[in-house]
């Protein structure tokens, strides 16, 4: 039970890809009450894209992907390898 937090994040990358493939409804409040797409917006689409290493494809979802994709590697990572026996 002490690793549960570490696979947390490939746990939700399952469900997200799951989602992703069988769901073809936006989940955005933002889309779904205005109209119009959120800086968000296409960000699940782009990890979908990255995952199956599709980079190009992942940049034309969502920008943002450049920025986000290594920040939360790195967030990911720290967590991982960040030694909690502190607590």
């Known amino acids: ?3 549960l937090k570490y696979f947390l994040p490939l746990l939700f990358i399952i ?3 799951l989602l992703v493939k069988f769901s073809h ?4 409040l933002w889309k779904l009450i205005t109209g119009h ?3 968000g917006c296409g960000i ?5 894209a990255l995952f199956h290493l ?4 992942a940049f034309e979802f969502n920008h943002l992907i450049i920025l986000i994709a290594p ?3 790195y967030l990911w990572l720290k967590l ?3 030694d909690d026996t502190k607590n």
């Open 80 to 82: 991982i390898l960040t």
């Open 1 to 3: 039970m002490k690793y």
């Open 54 to 57: 599709r980079f190009h494809q």
């Open 44 to 48: 699940t689409r782009a990890f979908d």
């Open 15 to 17: 469900v997200v890809e």
């Open 25 to 28: 409804k936006s989940i955005c």
């Open 37 to 39: 797409e959120c800086f």
């Open 71 to 73: 920040l939360m590697l």
